[in-house]
């Protein structure tokens, strides 16, 4: 290389605002939900950036966009590097645009330097990451990782739409790009996103090196007891629902969280019926959102909150029903890939901390089929997935330099 | 006395049958509610069985229903006994009306053995106890005890109707009933009903002596907190007002009615906002019903509930706010008025206990203005404000022939 490759910020800055008007809200954030017009919209921004560029693009039967930078050596499948364009229906700028830009922009920096790589490099938009719109999320990078795709087919969108239908007219909508098959070797995927959480900010930490995706599971908690008057039942004659609950609860509040740094456990909704005021409730229905990177530590915990709920049910006479409404397993990024993030942050000495993710990502998937890692930046309050998501200028284009370092030390890998 | 006095259980059954016909529901159930068409058929079929056997019927501007026998000292204020004959929509069978026919079939015992007592005995039909079709209710006995009444000419029913047009109405459909003015002397007041609640049945005592009513607080708890996503909020970044709200619940369900046999807390009604299963709640709102018996004891409560409230929001950087959305104050009964039904239980040498009603009664408010005191029987499961509310046939007549006894206990009284 004769020129050292560097992020151009303001270039960065003013993609970003043009992406943000597409599909923008009166509140300042975006609807631009998975193959929509507004999500077509952007595709072809984004292919049109590049084939001025002198970039390939492709699409594959799910949609998702590839932009190809080829490099030295032809025999080596491509490091990807991306994330999404669609947002949720009152979504913010930065979530998934971010990335993808971000990459983008790395990919216009090598290109400005001629820089070569011993890899080709790809930027991708992942199809459909959100699931607002057609349920479920993360279908492209799902269906990239080898997801049976079958009965997609029938999947129908919170509008009436057809995913088959939406998805044939938006491939049609950018014939510019080749047709690919679903799924190909990669060398790598790495992928920028915002945190959608509090702790960078809090901690002042301009970068987080995530090392893994939690697992995550939902129970509905179902605690029978037996309905009566609230003045008349003294308490021996109680099987009062609410009273097992919320000692099952602050039981389960004491523990998971405190003892392992890893948990999460959150009970986000909870009713009672007959919801009287003045009436010993006969049900107490409450739902436990669990996450936990590991797999086996997750099956534990999902354990105890079983035996818990039952046991303090038991003692109140009620008796307590468990079911497992949905289960994402997590994953672990690979140790060599998080190496290459950290080495590359390191080398611009940037402070950082390695953390796990909350929420799913694409590069869940991805990283069953590659070595994969992501790259976190701070968002204002932690607050995303929300017309409000704001990222500081400065960290967005930080997180961009991280990226781009990773990218170019990943794609001169000699063991890929 | 040449004959003494006694229930004839077959004609008591009896009349409770014909009175649960007028309003009878598919379900075997009543639906009488206050100053309806089948509530004056009830009034009207208790006033002509009275006038039958020669006592004099009464009533007053609140439809209050009194049926007099006179004593042998005409300068005493009668003995009230009685209950009420409105029923909730879906209604049991003995709720208000046993009392009522138990009242009216100790009258006629008195009558069939030619019995003299010294004070007048008047039979008492409170209207609209329950209060379902118009609001509030105990209305009867609230304005006979000197509430002013004043405000109630606007109230309008649940059915539309006007409360002032129904009582002129159910008044003028009983014209051979003398009019009185609301409120009157009485020298004591003494009301048998249903337990609504367990214990005399899973304690197998077939009598309970009521020594008081217990006080009614209600207490709408909004805890506000952060709301957040499930994953990626770290335990020290969380505001969660469900850990707040399930800490305080726990502490007070440990302490309140464990600690005090009289005290009763019950939530009965709970909600998470926005409740979304992935999201920590921005706010969790609960309600508390609180009941003692007495005054002092329910403030104390209520004192512990808000700081226990404020104490466990503020530990986890949450807000309480508390607000008091009803207070109906207890009333003790009087101990003259509880040993002579107390003496009455003994002499017929039945199993019994003391004890407190958690539900609110006539009785509550007529022990304002009279010694009062209230006998309860058991009903099946505890079971009230139901279709299949029911009392065994042996209860029944036991419940009256404590009422008869301690009817001529107490019109006997020299101190009245």
Same mark, same amino acid.
């Given at each position: 290389?004769?020129?050292?490759?560097?992020?151009?910020?303001?270039?960065?800055?003013?993609?970003?605002?043009?992406?943000?008007?597409?599909?923008?809200?009166?509140?300042?954030? #975006?609807?631009?939900?998975?193959?929509?017009?507004?999500?077509?919209?952007?595709?072809?921004?984004?292919?049109?950036?590049?084939?001025?560029?002198?970039?390939?693009?492709?699409?594959?039967?799910?949609?998702?966009?590839?932009?190809?930078?080829?490099?030295?050596?032809?025999?080596?499948?491509?490091?990807?590097?991306?994330?999404?364009?669609?947002?949720?229906?009152?979504?913010?700028?930065?979530?998934?645009?971010?990335?993808?830009?971000?990459?983008?922009?790395?990919?216009?920096?090598?290109?400005?330097?001629?820089?070569?790589?011993?890899?080709?490099?790809?930027?991708?938009?992942?199809?459909?990451?959100?699931?607002?719109?057609?349920?479920?999320?993360?279908?492209?990078?799902?269906?990239?990782?080898?997801?049976?795709?079958?009965?997609?087919?029938?999947?129908?969108?919170?509008?009436?739409?057809?995913?088959?239908?939406?998805?044939?007219?938006?491939?049609?909508?950018?014939?510019?790009?080749?047709?690919?098959?679903?799924?190909?070797?990669?060398?790598?995927?790495?992928?920028?996103?915002?945190?959608?959480?509090?702790?960078?900010?809090?901690?002042?930490?301009?970068?987080?090196?995530?090392?893994?995706?939690?697992?995550?599971?939902?129970?509905?908690?179902?605690?029978?007891?037996?309905?009566?008057?609230?003045?008349?039942?003294?308490?021996?004659?109680?099987?009062?629902?609410?009273?097992?609950?919320?000692?099952?609860?602050?039981?389960?509040?004491?523990?998971?969280?405190?003892?392992?740094?890893?948990?999460?456990?959150?009970?986000?909704?909870?009713?009672?019926?007959?919801?009287?005021?003045?009436?010993?409730?006969?049900?107490?229905?409450?739902?436990?959102?669990?996450?936990?990177?590991?797999?086996?530590?997750?099956?534990?915990?999902?354990?105890?909150?079983?035996?818990?709920?039952?046991?303090?049910?038991?003692?109140?006479?009620?008796?307590?029903?468990?079911?497992?409404?949905?289960?994402?397993?997590?994953?672990?990024?690979?140790?060599?890939?998080?190496?290459?993030?950290?080495?590359?942050?390191?080398?611009?000495?940037?402070?950082?901390?390695?953390?796990?993710?909350?929420?799913?990502?694409?590069?869940?998937?991805?990283?069953? #089929?590659?070595?994969?890692?992501?790259?976190?930046?701070?968002?204002?309050?932690?607050?995303?997935?929300?017309?409000?998501?704001?990222?500081?200028?400065?960290?967005?284009?930080?997180?961009?330099?991280?990226?781009?370092?990773?990218?170019?030390?990943?794609?001169?890998?000699?063991?890929?």
């Amino acid at each position: 290389m004769t020129l050292q490759p560097e992020i151009d910020g303001e270039r960065l800055l003013r993609r970003l605002d043009a992406f943000a008007r597409i599909g923008a809200t009166p509140a300042g954030g #975006v609807n631009r939900q998975a193959l929509s017009v507004e999500d077509r919209s952007a595709r072809r921004l984004l292919a049109e950036l590049a084939l001025e560029r002198g970039f390939r693009v492709f699409q594959d039967g799910l949609a998702n966009l590839f932009i190809r930078r080829d490099g030295s050596d032809t025999a080596l499948p491509p490091l990807l590097i991306g994330s999404h364009l669609d947002s949720q229906p009152t979504g913010g700028r930065f979530d998934g645009a971010l990335g993808t830009l971000s990459a983008f922009e790395a990919l216009e920096a090598l290109e400005d330097a001629k820089a070569q790589t011993r890899m080709p490099i790809e930027v991708v938009a992942w199809t459909n990451e959100e699931g607002s719109r057609f349920a479920p999320g993360v279908m492209g990078s799902m269906a990239f990782a080898g997801a049976d795709t079958a009965a997609w087919k029938l999947i129908v969108g919170s509008d009436g739409a057809s995913l088959a239908e939406e998805l044939d007219a938006t491939i049609a909508a950018l014939p510019e790009a080749a047709q690919r098959p679903i799924g190909m070797p990669i060398s790598g995927y790495i992928e920028l996103h915002i945190e959608q959480g509090p702790s960078l900010e809090k901690e002042r930490m301009p970068i987080g090196v995530v090392t893994a995706v939690q697992g995550t599971r939902w129970l509905e908690v179902c605690i029978q007891g037996s309905a009566g008057h609230a003045g008349t039942t003294g308490l021996a004659y109680r099987r009062d629902p609410m009273v097992a609950a919320v000692a099952a609860m602050h039981s389960l509040q004491a523990t998971i969280m405190p003892l392992d740094a890893d948990a999460r456990l959150t009970v986000g909704r909870i009713t009672a019926q007959p919801g009287s005021i003045n009436a010993i409730p006969q049900s107490v229905i409450f739902t436990v959102d669990l996450r936990h990177p590991q797999p086996e530590r997750l099956d534990a915990i999902e354990t105890e909150v079983r035996q818990v709920c039952r046991a303090e049910a038991e003692a109140r006479n009620c008796t307590a029903a468990i079911a497992r409404s949905f289960d994402m397993p997590g994953a672990a990024f690979s140790p060599d890939m998080i190496d290459v993030v950290e080495e590359a942050v390191n080398s611009l000495r940037l402070p950082h901390k390695r953390m796990i993710s909350g929420a799913f990502h694409d590069a869940l998937f991805i990283a069953r #089929v590659a070595p994969a890692a992501m790259i976190f930046v701070p968002c204002r309050d932690g607050l995303s997935h929300n017309e409000a998501e704001y990222v500081e200028p400065a960290h967005a284009i930080t997180g961009a330099r991280v990226l781009l370092q990773a990218a170019i030390v990943a794609a001169s890998a000699k063991n890929n």
